[in-house]
């Protein structure tokens, strides 16, 4: 599996943009609900304002996106960690636009995401081999 670039912010502050944010590398499952970074699982939800995704492990909501070619990604300011090993590519999208709040960080390691299908299972009441939908019980 691949991975792709995004903009990952954590959005824990409520609508203040203080949090943690990156320009990383990610990699997406195979139906691309869900993305593996930084030792985390993000899925993919729907219906708030400002987050798109929540870690499975911690239910903290995250906005993950394309990185904006005009440099961009966050709205109010303060710094965006990137991994080092994506300077080259970042200059090279943004046409050198690279704001002084983009701060290098060491390359992140690659998740293991074998770790998190158990997890995941768990969550659907799978980790038994029930096979039964989540919220029914057995005989």
Known sequence: MDYIIRYIELKSSCHTDADEA???????????????????????????????????????????????KRGTNRHWGGPIYIEE??????EKHTNGKC????????DLPKPDISRFHALENEAFGLANNT????????A
């Not at 704001?99 to 060491?106: F, K, L």
């Not at 096979?131 to 057995?138: D, F, I, V, Y």
């Open 22 to 68: 990156w320009i990383a590398r990610v990699w997406p499952s195979s139906s691309g609900k869900t993305i593996y970074f930084n030792g985390m699982a993000l899925k993919r939800t729907t219906g708030t304002i400002d987050s798109n995704h929540y870690d499975l492990a911690t239910g903290d909501l995250y906005w993950v996106s394309g990185v904006k």
């Open 131 to 138: 096979n039964q939908p989540p919220g029914t019980a057995r």
């Open 85 to 90: 090993s994506l300077l080259p590519w970042y």
């Open 99 to 106: 704001p002084t709040e983009v701060v290098p960080r060491r």
